[in-house]
């Protein structure tokens, strides 16, 4: 007798992650309850399987779903806003200013549902978020169906969220404890950078941390002129300032770690930490090139992350897994440095083992959540195709991304004949928040209010 599943997904080819380089063909993977309960053959699944529903992808692969490990998701409602300037007046001059004007829950909703439709249309099912109005972007990631890790934000200065580290610290807590049973989200404690953070209020986020059991994600070492300013002002490098803080673990992820000497590396490998890789934000903002290939030789794990559209200024791991991957051999030159398949372990299973789920997605394993993506290969572009693996390192891109699902369930499909269809977001509701905010945030600058 047939074993009857929700559904049954067809595939020309799949690349479940684990076990490493491995490529299967004309295989199918049967979905109960959200949940991966068996994949084989074609032929096999056939006579032991039926199902409410059959996809046929005949010209496609099918993979885990992507996970961005670092990004400000509002912050795509200041896509462009500043572009070709470097970190702090970029930060100081422009982005901050322009957030005292249009910070609000009601811009981190929007913003973040703009981000996370953007995000599910390039294969991206999890993102790790850091911003204001954490409540607002929860409920966002929800009404897209994205599976999200919400960043608490701390900072020692007041904005239009909250007005010192304490008040950021309960009301991130308070967010935490309204969200804590949605199936789709899990938190973070979010200090946003040593420069901008006291001993203190690190000292209580590692405390707090520890007895919520959350994790910490921050950005580190992006720049020199922040690991200058720590020599000077608290006489270290940030990475030993935390170290002696207590702050570097398993749980901790650091974005971007543009620049670590030798100590660093091994310090970060000996605890168990996170990088968050961002090259197309740490291009575009001259922060340099993080050397990635001396990371994984130390055993860190490395993730893949956008970063904001602001800084990037698009949400696209198809574009990071390429750049990640000629980068780290450019510099080293190494051309053996980060496969296609590392680069593609790098925006799946790295950034689910970052985020303590990876028991639970980043792979395509029975027992794991049905968090899938189907990339169509059929385009000419894409031909001939000698190698399935390498053509999703370095020749896919996002507008490929033909299925996306969460847990089993269907959030973006692009038929043929359309641009594509998001199960529950409305394009016209996208426009409407571009033209609304737009026109808000060109008013200020008009008035010369961001100088």
């Given at each position: 007798?047939?074993?009857?599943?929700?559904?049954?997904?067809?595939?020309r080819?799949?690349?479940?992650?684990?076990?490493k380089?491995?490529?299967?063909?004309?295989?199918?993977?049967?979905?109960?309850?959200?949940e991966?309960?068996?994949?084989?053959?074609?032929?096999?699944?056939?006579?032991?399987?039926?199902?409410?529903?059959v996809?046929?992808l005949?010209?496609?692969?099918?993979l885990?779903?992507?996970?961005?490990?670092?990004?400000?998701?509002?912050?795509?409602?200041?896509r462009?806003?500043?572009?070709?300037?470097?970190?702090?007046?970029?930060?100081?001059?422009?982005?901050?200013?322009?957030?005292?004007?249009?910070?609000?829950?009601n811009?981190?909703?929007?913003?973040?549902l703009?981000?996370?439709a953007?995000?599910?249309?390039?294969?991206?099912?999890?993102?790790?978020?850091?911003?204001f109005?954490?409540e607002?972007?929860?409920?966002a990631?929800?009404?897209?169906?994205?599976?999200a890790?919400?960043?608490?934000?701390?900072?020692?200065?007041?904005?239009?969220?909250?007005?010192?580290?304490?008040s950021?610290?309960?009301?991130g807590?308070?967010?935490?404890?309204?969200?804590?049973?949605?199936?789709?989200?899990t938190?973070?404690f979010?200090?946003?950078?040593?420069?901008?953070?006291?001993?203190?209020?690190?000292?209580?986020l590692?405390?707090?941390?520890?007895?919520?059991?959350?994790?910490?994600h921050?950005?580190?070492?992006?720049?020199?002129?922040?690991?200058?300013?720590?020599e000077?002002?608290?006489?270290m490098?940030?990475?030993?300032?935390l170290?002696?803080?207590?702050?570097?673990?398993a749980?901790?992820?650091f974005?971007?770690?543009?620049?670590?000497?030798?100590?660093?590396?091994?310090?970060?490998?000996?605890?168990?930490?996170?990088?968050?890789?961002?090259?197309?934000?740490?291009?575009?903002?001259?922060?340099?090139?993080?050397?990635?290939?001396e990371?994984?030789k130390?055993?860190?794990n490395?993730?893949?992350?956008?970063d904001?559209?602001?800084?990037?200024?698009?949400?696209?791991?198809f574009?990071?897994?390429r750049?990640?991957?000629?980068?780290?051999?450019?510099?080293?030159?190494d051309?053996?440095?980060?496969?296609?398949?590392?680069?593609l372990?790098?925006?799946?299973?790295?950034?689910?083992?970052?985020?303590?789920?990876?028991?639970?997605?980043g792979s395509?394993?029975?027992g794991?959540?049905?968090?899938?993506?189907?990339?169509?290969?059929d385009?000419i572009?894409?031909q001939?195709?000698?190698?399935?693996?390498?053509?999703?390192?370095?020749?896919?891109?996002?507008?490929?991304v033909?299925?996306?699902?969460?847990?089993?369930?269907?959030?973006?499909?692009?038929?043929?004949?359309?641009s594509?269809?998001?199960?529950?977001?409305?394009?016209?509701?996208?426009?409407?928040i571009?033209n609304?905010?737009?026109?808000?945030?060109?008013?200020?600058?008009?008035?010369?209010?961001?100088?």
């Amino acid at each position: 007798m047939k074993q009857t599943v929700d559904l049954i997904i067809e595939t020309r080819w799949l690349i479940p992650i684990i076990p490493k380089n491995i490529l299967l063909e004309h295989q199918a993977v049967m979905i109960q309850a959200g949940e991966i309960v068996a994949f084989c053959s074609i032929s096999e699944a056939l006579q032991h399987f039926q199902a409410n529903e059959v996809i046929q992808l005949s010209e496609h692969v099918l993979l885990p779903g992507f996970i961005n490990l670092h990004t400000h998701a509002a912050m795509n409602l200041m896509r462009g806003l500043a572009d070709d300037l470097p970190l702090m007046p970029w930060l100081e001059k422009h982005i901050w200013p322009a957030e005292q004007k249009v910070l609000s829950e009601n811009f981190v909703y929007d913003g973040t549902l703009l981000a996370c439709a953007e995000m599910l249309r390039g294969g991206i099912t999890t993102f790790n978020d850091m911003y204001f109005y954490p409540e607002s972007a929860a409920k966002a990631s929800i009404k897209a169906g994205m599976r999200a890790n919400i960043g608490l934000v701390v900072l020692e200065f007041a904005t239009q969220y909250a007005h010192n580290a304490e008040s950021y610290i309960d009301k991130g807590t308070q967010a935490r404890d309204a969200f804590k049973n949605e199936p789709l989200i899990t938190f973070s404690f979010a200090p946003h950078a040593p420069y901008t953070v006291s001993d203190e209020t690190f000292t209580t986020l590692n405390t707090l941390s520890a007895q919520i059991n959350i994790g910490i994600h921050t950005h580190l070492h992006e720049t020199i002129a922040e690991i200058t300013h720590g020599e000077q002002v608290h006489g270290m490098r940030p990475v030993a300032r935390l170290a002696k803080l207590g702050l570097l673990g398993a749980s901790t992820t650091f974005a971007h770690c543009v620049h670590l000497n030798t100590i660093e590396v091994q310090m970060l490998a000996e605890n168990g930490c996170t990088i968050a890789h961002c090259p197309s934000s740490n291009l575009k903002l001259a922060s340099g090139i993080a050397p990635i290939t001396e990371y994984f030789k130390a055993g860190i794990n490395i993730g893949l992350g956008t970063d904001g559209a602001a800084s990037n200024n698009r949400l696209d791991l198809f574009t990071e897994m390429r750049l990640a991957a000629l980068l780290a051999k450019g510099l080293s030159g190494d051309a053996t440095s980060v496969s296609a398949h590392q680069a593609l372990e790098m925006a799946t299973v790295n950034g689910a083992k970052a985020l303590g789920l990876d028991e639970k997605i980043g792979s395509i394993e029975v027992g794991k959540l049905a968090d899938l993506i189907a990339v169509k290969l059929d385009d000419i572009n894409m031909q001939p195709c000698f190698d399935v693996i390498s053509h999703l390192a370095y020749v896919a891109e996002r507008e490929q991304v033909s299925h996306v699902w969460v847990n089993g369930d269907l959030k973006y499909h692009k038929p043929s004949s359309s641009s594509g269809i998001y199960s529950n977001i409305e394009p016209q509701e996208l426009v409407d928040i571009v033209n609304k905010w737009q026109t808000k945030i060109d008013g200020f600058r008009s008035n010369n209010k961001f100088n």
